[in-house]
C-alpha cells in the first residue's frame, strides 16, 4: 500500500484538496476560507513534490510513471502553482459568489497538469491534457462583467473551440499511431514505431499528435486564441494560462518526440518552419500593441517558437534546454503578471502607458517588471539568456545555421518592444498620478523570490539543467546522447 | 464482399451525414443528419466486431446526445439564419486549404501504402468482460480522472449559466 501511496502523494494531495475545496463552494460567502484551502493545497503539494523527489515507479498497469523526469516537472509545476495562487490574491475581477468555485477549477486544472507529465499511455494522456485544459475554459469564462468589458464569453468560445478542435486533431493522430502498433501505451509505441516510423503514414499520426501540443503552447497555427484570451480573460487567469500549461505542453512534447527516431528528417524540418512562423508572427505583431496583457500574448507566441528551436536539435541536450527554457519563461512571465494584477485598478485590463511611473508608485513591482522583461528579451544575466544560448547552441551543434541567425533576429526585434514597456515604466509621463501601490507581503515575498529565481536561474544554470538532462536520461530516449553544454 | 460493399454503404452514410450536419441551415435537420452519421458509424463498429461499442454509440448518442440537442433547438427556438456570404480572402483561403488536402491525400494514396499487415490491436471484441477488465486495469486512472472531468463540467455549466439569471452584483 505504502509503494503506491508515496510515488501519488502529490496527486492524492491535488484530488482530495480538489473535494475539500468543492465541498467549501458548497457554503455561503466562504471565499476566504477557499482561497486559504488553496494555499494550503498549494504548500502540501510543493512539500509533497519535494519529498517524492527521486522516487521511482510503474503505477496503473503500466499507465503511469513516476520518475525522475515527472517529478522534477512536478516540482516545477507544484512552485508555479503557488505563485499563481498568491499572484491572484483575493481576484478583484471574479464575482463573489463564485469565488470558491474558481479556486476549484485552479486546483483541478493543476491536477490534470501533474497527472500530464507521469502519463506513459496515450488514453491517460489525453484525459489528463483535459483535465488540465477544461477548467481553464471556464476560467475564461468567470470574469465579472460590466461595462466596456463583455468580451470575456467571446474569449472562452474561442479557447474552448480551438481546443476542442486541437483535442480532436490529436486524437485523430493518435489513432493512426494506434492502428499501425496496436498499443496505448508510448513505451511499447517507441519500440514498434521504429520500423515504420519512415512511412507517411506514421509522421502523419505523429504530426497530427503534435497539434494539440502546439495548441497548447500557442504554436502557430495554433496561436488564434492566445491574444484574444489573453485580453479577455482577467489577469489572474491570464498569468495562470501564460505560464504553467506551456510547461506541461512541453513536457509531454518531449515524450511524443522521443516516438520519431533520429534520424528522421521530415519533422525536424517541419518543427523548425512551425518555430520560424511562430518566432515572426509573435514578434513583429506584438511590436503594434498598446494592451500590456495582448502584448504578453503575442510576445508568448514568439517565445513558444524559441523553445520549439530546441526540439528542431531531436538530441537530449535539445530537449534538456527546451525545457529549461520553458521553466525558465514561466517564472518570467509570472514575474510580469504579478506586475500587471497589481497595477490594475479593480481588475481591469492594464495599458502600457498606465504603467508610467511605476518606479514612483512601487519601486519594487517595477524592479520586478525590470527584471522580468529584459529577462524575456534575452539580455544576460538573465535566465532568458540563458535560455536562448542553450537553444541556439544545441540547434547549431546540429548544424541548423539559418534557423539560429533567424532567432537571432527575432530576439532583436523584441527586445524593441520589451524596452518600450520598460521606458514608459521608467520615463513615463504620469500626469501627477502618484498614488503608492500598497502590496501585501505575501505579493512582496512573491516578488522577492521570481526576482531572485530569474537571476539565480540565469547565473547558475547547470543545477537545474543537469537535473533536466539527467531525467532525460531515465526516459529511455532512442536518442544519440550529446554533451551537456 | 458483402463485408466491403456494406463498409463503403456505412462509411458513405458516414460522411454524408456528417457533411449534412455542417450544410444544413434548420438546425432540426442538422441533428437528423448527426443521427444518420452515428448509425453509419455504428455500422462500422458491427462490421469491426465490436458490437458493445455499436450498441453504446446507438444508445448514448443517437438515443440521448441528439434528443437532447433536439430539446436544446427546441427550447431556444433556433432559426437557420442567414449566413454571411464569403469574401474573397475566404474563398481564397479555402481553395489554398482544399488544394493542400487533396495534395496530402493524392501523397498519402502514392506513397501511403504499407505493405505489411497492420498489428492487431488488444482486442476486447465484443465482450462486455474484456471491455471491463480494460477499464479496471489499465484504463482505471483514466477512469477515475473522468470523474473529476464530469464534476468539473457540471459545476462549470452551473456558474457560467448563473451569471445569465441575471444576478449581476455591484450594479
Known sequence: ?485 | MTANLMFYVFTALTALGALGVVFNRNTVNAAMCFLLSLVGLAGLFVLLEAYLLAVLLVFVYAGAVVTLFLFIVMLLDVKGGRRSPFTKGTGLAATVAAALIALGLLSLYNHGRIAAALPAGPGSGSSLKGYAYQLFTTYLLPVQIVGFLLLMAMLGVIVISKRQAGTEDGK
Open chain 1, 1 to 485: 500500500m505504502n509503494a503506491f501511496i508515496m510515488p501519488f502523494l502529490p496527486e492524492l494531495i491535488l484530488l482530495l484538496g480538489g473535494l475539500v475545496i468543492f465541498v467549501i463552494t458548497l457554503g455561503d460567502s466562504l471565499e476566504k476560507r477557499a482561497r486559504t484551502a488553496a494555499i494550503t493545497i498549494a504548500l502540501a503539494l510543493l512539500a509533497a513534490s519535494v519529498l517524492c523527489f527521486g522516487q521511482e515507479a510503474v503505477l496503473f498497469d503500466g499507465a503511469y510513471r513516476i520518475d525522475a523526469f515527472s517529478q522534477l516537472l512536478k516540482l516545477i509545476i507544484s512552485a508555479g502553482f503557488l505563485a499563481i495562487v498568491i499572484l491572484g490574491g483575493n481576484l478583484p475581477d471574479i464575482r463573489p459568489a463564485i469565488k470558491p468555485e474558481y479556486h476549484l477549477f485552479l486546483t483541478l486544472s493543476m491536477t490534470g497538469l501533474v497527472m500530464l507529465v507521469s502519463c506513459v499511455d496515450i488514453i491517460t494522456l489525453v484525459i489528463a491534457l483535459e483535465l488540465s485544459a477544461f477548467p481553464l475554459y471556464f476560467l475564461v469564462a468567470m470574469r465579472r462583467e460590466r461595462e466596456g468589458q463583455r468580451i470575456q464569453m467571446e474569449s472562452a468560445i474561442k479557447y474552448i473551440m480551438f481546443g476542442i478542435a486541437a483535442n480532436g486533431v490529436m486524437l485523430f493522430g493518435f489513432s493512426y499511431l494506434y492502428g499501425l502498433t496496436g498499443t496505448t501505451s508510448l513505451p511499447e509505441m517507441m519500440v514498434k514505431l521504429q520500423p515504420v516510423m519512415h512511412t507517411p503514414i506514421a509522421i502523419v499520426g505523429l504530426t497530427l499528435a503534435f497539434c494539440g501540443i502546439f495548441y497548447k503552447l500557442a504554436i502557430f497555427p495554433f496561436h488564434f486564441w492566445t491574444p484574444d484570451v489573453y485580453q479577455g480573460s482577467s489577469n489572474e487567469t491570464a498569468s495562470l494560462i501564460a505560464s504553467l500549461p506551456k510547461v506541461g505542453g512541453v513536457a509531454v512534447l518531449v515524450r511524443l518526440a522521443s516516438l520519431a527516431s533520429p534520424d528522421n528528417t521530415l519533422i525536424p524540418i517541419l518543427l523548425s518552419a512551425l518555430a520560424i512562423v511562430s518566432m515572426f508572427y509573435g514578434n513583429l505583431i506584438a511590436l503594434a500593441q498598446k494592451d500590456l496583457k495582448r502584448l504578453l500574448g503575442f510576445s508568448g507566441i514568439a517565445h513558444a517558437g524559441y523553445a520549439l528551436v530546441g526540439f528542431v536539435a531531436f538530441n537530449q541536450a535539445g530537449f534538456a534546454s527546451a525545457l529549461y527554457y520553458i521553466t525558465g519563461y514561466m517564472v518570467m512571465v509570472i514575474a510580469c503578471f504579478v506586475v500587471i494584477c497589481r497595477v490594475s485598478r479593480d481588475g481591469s485590463n492594464v495599458a502600457i502607458s498606465e504603467l508610467a511611473g511605476l518606479h514612483r508608485r512601487s519601486p519594487l513591482l517595477a524592479l520586478t517588471l525590470i527584471v522580468g522583461l529584459f529577462a524575456l528579451a534575452g539580455l544576460p544575466p538573465f535566465v532568458g539568456f540563458m535560455g536562448k544560448l542553450g537553444l541556439l547552441t544545441t540547434a547549431l551543434a546540429r548544424g541548423h545555421l539559418a534557423l539560429v541567425i533567424i532567432a537571432v533576429l527575432n530576439a532583436a526585434i523584441a527586445i524593441y518592444y520589451y524596452l518600450r514597456v520598460i521606458r514608459e515604466a521608467v520615463f513615463g509621463d504620469d500626469g501627477g498620478d502618484q498614488t503608492p501601490i500598497v502590496l501585501d507581503r505575501s505579493t512582496q515575498a512573491l516578488c522577492v523570490l521570481l526576482i531572485v529565481a530569474i537571476i539565480v536561474l540565469g547565473v547558475a544554470p547547470s543545477p537545474i539543467i543537469n537535473a533536466i538532462s539527467g531525467s532525460l536520461a531515465g526516459l529511455n530516449l532512442p536518442l544519440p546522447p550529446a554533451a551537456v553544454y
